[in-house]
């Protein structure tokens, strides 16, 4: 095991092992009530930076990948999900025009620079299908410019504007641009109902007063 995989098996068992049934239960709601807009229960979809599986576990869908450093993730994944541990930005082994989606949430500050963050949208560029999607949630340093720090491996520092400026720069055209999306983070956080969850979803009027996370929706071009 690399270093920084035993780094990554570490951080995640202090950061989200306390409340990984919590989040699951929060990732069910996200999956069948939004991101399920996006993406058809036929999809072959794509969970890059998948964590625990939270979201690709939940998510209703016909193929199901995984890809992350972290060597714990297999022992989280639903059946059926197959795993890809790798560093995000070699090649995929996937073939082109492969993925109809590739979700990735709270992952890009965790890149080490700018140019391994643009190799990893090159290689989910060339595995979605023409008109396939990348959907990508992260915190958003506008609005959390002295908390973006409180974790030690947040390295990249991302905007929706300037994530939104790249992805076209890598050929993706812009579907969504929401610079206020979900609050922070639910690493320490106080455990909410889930109704009220719901009810924020519904509301976006809300996402002006609680959300700290950008939401960004971009297409490769048919």
């Known amino acids: 095991m690399s ?12 950061r989200f092992n306390r409340t990984s049934a919590y989040r699951n239960r929060v990732w069910q709601v996200l999956t069948r009530t939004f991101f399920n807009r996006w993406i058809s ?21 016909g193929q199901k990948f995984a890809m992350d450093l972290n060597p714990d993730a297999p022992q989280h994944l639903a059946p059926g999900v ?8 070699a090649t995929w082994p996937l073939p082109e025009n492969t993925l109809d989606a590739v979700f990735t949430s709270n992952f890009f500050e965790h890149l080490p620079d700018k140019e391994c963050l643009k190799r990893t949208l090159r290689q989910a560029f060339r ?9 990508a949630m992260g915190p958003n340093i506008k609005y959390l410019p002295g908390q973006y720090w409180d ?7 991302l905007t929706e504007a300037s994530l939104g400026e790249v992805l076209e720069m890598e050929g993706y055209e812009l579907q969504q641009v929401t610079p206020r ?9 106080r455990e909410y109902p889930l109704v009220l969850l719901r009810v924020y979803l519904a509301l976006p009027g809300l996402w002006w007063l609680k959300g700290r996370q950008f939401l960004v929706v971009a297409v490769k071009p048919s």
Do not use: M, W
């Open 3 to 14: 270093e920084s995989a035993q780094e990554l098996q570490k951080i995640y068992r202090q």
């Open 41 to 61: 229960p036929e999809a072959v979809v794509l969970d890059l930076g998948c964590g625990y599986g939270e979201f690709i576990n939940n998510l209703a869908a």
């Open 82 to 89: 197959q795993f890809f541990q790798q560093d995000c930005a």
């Open 127 to 135: 595995c979605l299908k023409p008109g396939g999607r990348l959907i």
């Open 151 to 157: 974790f030690f491996d947040h390295h990249t520092i």
């Open 181 to 189: 999306f979900l609050p922070y983070t639910l690493v320490n956080a």
